[in-house]
């Protein structure tokens, strides 16, 4: 009887849209519990032509945490020169990070989003592959507005008494004075 496998439903987008680049990429892949390579290398198990790309980049490593029946991974980088960026987090060389259960990861120009759907084997797990025309992950840019020239000039600041209005003793930013002896007695909150 088979045990059904954890599987791996991951989705690459490349902004070239050069077909070159996911050219080597299997629809399915089965894979041992070793670390599944990333990289343009031949010992790779998935196989990106991009030059900018090390031959090993990442790996994608199945372990079993404590009181789990089934398979958890990680995302280690593998590259001295790129970085890699998992879930708004930046990993550098032999830096490595624990996947959810749906996970953004950007190097090289590659956007990546894996989808990581439990099964109780511990033997193996399954790669399906899927190549996006469209992008995959989008990141807001910052936005520049005039809202600092609306202000008067010389207008104070909310909270923020000038100097000399404050009582003597207590300094003279207000958020430092919790605590603080009120000037008529007791603790000011």
């Not at 990106?48 to 199945?62: I, Y």
């Not at 089934?70 to 590259?79: I, M, N, R, V």
């Not at 930046?90 to 259960?101: D, G, H």
Request: glycine share 8%; net charge neutral.
């Amino acid at each position: 009887m088979e045990r059904p496998h954890t599987v791996l439903q991951v989705s690459l987008h490349h902004p070239t849209k050069d077909p070159a680049i996911f050219a080597t990429v299997p629809s399915r892949l089965q894979h041992d519990i070793s670390p599944l390579l990333v990289g343009r290398g031949p010992e790779a198990h998935l196989q990106l032509q991009l030059p900018r790309l090390s031959r090993q980049h990442l790996s994608l490593e199945p372990y079993r945490e404590m009181g789990s029946a089934g398979l958890a991974f990680s995302l280690k980088t593998l590259s001295r020169r790129g970085c890699v960026w998992v879930n708004g987090l930046t990993l550098r060389f032999l830096e490595q990070v624990r996947l959810s259960t749906v996970n953004r990861v950007t190097f090289s120009g590659v956007q990546m989003v894996i989808r990581i759907e439990g099964g109780p084997s511990l033997e193996d797990f399954v790669c399906c592959f899927h190549v996006s025309p469209s992008p995959l992950i989008y990141r807001l840019q910052a936005e520049e507005t005039d809202e600092w020239e609306d202000i008067p000039p010389g207008a104070a600041c909310p909270g923020f008494r000038a100097e000399g209005s404050r009582s003597p003793g207590l300094s003279p930013w207000p958020f430092l004075d919790w605590g603080q002896p009120s000037p008529g007695g007791g603790t000011k909150i």
